[in-house]
């Protein structure tokens, strides 16, 4: 354990200083939208709202839990950039995308979306104390309260207009079913929502987040398979065949982290058996010996091995032995972190791989980083992992 604490140290600041010096906009401000696989730029890739929040995010835990000046500087470049160019200030909220010169692109408001800046407005008022971050995460919270929950079916739904009217295509992505309602984005409307109480707790904020839980239990969540449902129509039918191996064990310790943040004992509790399903459905079907598959869909298995699902099952694994105690998921996390070391991290032109195929070989020719790809994941698996381990 003292040899990976070593190597996952290292390489933190290792993410971190590839963002700092590859990613950084001189010429128009904030950072680029893209690089591809072998770190060249490309310049003029739109500026994704969902990067930079996760971003802010990234930059303000590392200023937070290692306060170095570069960390700090960074943080601040995006939280300015964000609240500069990516917010409306006429209907509120954050745009999309923006054009590589900072105009916007596609102004729709995802919750997802909104969720990130959320996120990362929150984690940086938590890093450096700043009002402004904490006033218009709140305000934001407040957006999608007002505009995306569904009062009377419970959960959120997935997208508006600029002006916050139906929009007729509301996926998150081309991969994503046409739907209201996703997984995907109440986990990360919770994620958030969990962090911005650590900085402006409230009854009303406590209560969101207890809503969601309850959608998790009751609406998400499969009671059968013990796998997450992803795509669903307002009356929360189900409308995918799809396991997202990564999802699952992402939300296992996602779920118990909210329980905590809020003090709710007996959510926490509820929620220690199914979490502890979700991780153990994610090693009985999605394990490969040393790390896990991308997903199942219509019960054929993806067996690409992509970098945030990898990321996100050292946490899940780390935080199961956390409430079991049980060794057997620290000795699986060695093993993952070791596949990442030894096929995931690019130590030729930096940061991590997007995938590679079942054998662990580099066959594609994904971005490095852009607007899906970016030091959330990777550096979020390190700083947690670090936190469970120093703590117990």
């Not at 939208?33 to 994704?48: C, H, I, Q, S, T």
């Not at 570069?70 to 409306?88: H, M, P, S």
């Not at 209560?207 to 998790?216: A, N, P, R, T, V």
């Not at 013990?226 to 310790?253: P, T």
Request: proline letters at 3%; one cysteine or more.
């Amino acid at each position: 354990m003292q040899q990976i604490k070593s190597e996952m140290t290292a390489e933190y600041d290792r993410i971190m200083q590839y963002w700092i010096s590859q990613m950084q906009d001189e010429e128009r401000g904030g950072f680029y939208g893209e690089r591809d696989k072998f770190n060249n730029l490309v310049p003029d890739a739109p500026k994704g709202g969902i990067l930079n929040g996760r971003m802010l995010w990234t930059f303000s835990t590392a200023t937070r839990l290692f306060g170095k000046p570069e960390y700090r500087k960074a943080a601040d470049r995006v939280f300015e950039y964000l609240c500069k160019y990516f917010y409306d200030a006429k209907n509120g909220g954050f745009y999309w995308s923006l054009n590589a010169d900072g105009t916007p692109l596609d102004t729709k408001k995802q919750a997802y979306a909104l969720g990130f800046c959320i996120y990362g407005l929150s984690e940086y008022a938590r890093a450096t104390g700043n009002k402004k971050a904490v006033d218009i995460a709140v305000e934001t919270y407040h957006l999608i309260e007002k505009h995306f929950r569904d009062r009377q079916r419970g959960g959120y739904i997935e997208a508006l207009a600029a002006d916050w009217t139906p929009l007729a295509d509301v996926r998150l992505s081309e991969k994503d079913e046409n739907t209201p309602k996703s997984m995907n984005t109440h986990l990360h409307i919770i994620e958030p929502y969990a962090n911005l109480y650590r900085v402006a707790p409230s009854a009303e904020l406590k209560e969101s987040i207890e809503h969601l839980l309850q959608i998790f239990t009751e609406k998400i969540i499969d009671a059968h398979t013990g796998h997450f449902n992803l795509f669903f129509d307002m009356d929360w039918a189900v409308k995918s065949k799809i396991d997202s191996y990564g999802h699952d064990i992402e939300g296992a310790w996602l779920l118990i982290e909210a329980a905590e943040v809020i003090g709710s004992e007996a959510w926490v509790e509820a929620l220690r058996p199914i979490c502890k399903r979700l991780t153990d459905i994610t090693l009985a079907e999605g394990w490969d010996g040393d790390s896990i598959f991308y997903e199942k869909v219509n019960g054929v298995v993806d067996t690409d091995k992509h970098w945030w699902p990898q990321a996100e099952t050292l946490v899940g694994l780390t935080d199961t032995w956390r409430l079991t105690g049980d060794e057997e998921y620290l000795r699986k996390m060695t093993l993952v972190w070791r596949f990442i070391s030894e096929k995931l991290i690019d130590r030729e032109y930096g940061e991590w791989l997007w995938r590679v195929d079942k054998q662990g070989r580099d066959v594609y020719n994904d971005c490095k980083a852009g607007f899906w790809k970016c030091p959330y994941h990777n550096s979020r698996a390190i700083a947690e992992v670090l936190e469970r381990i120093k703590s117990l």
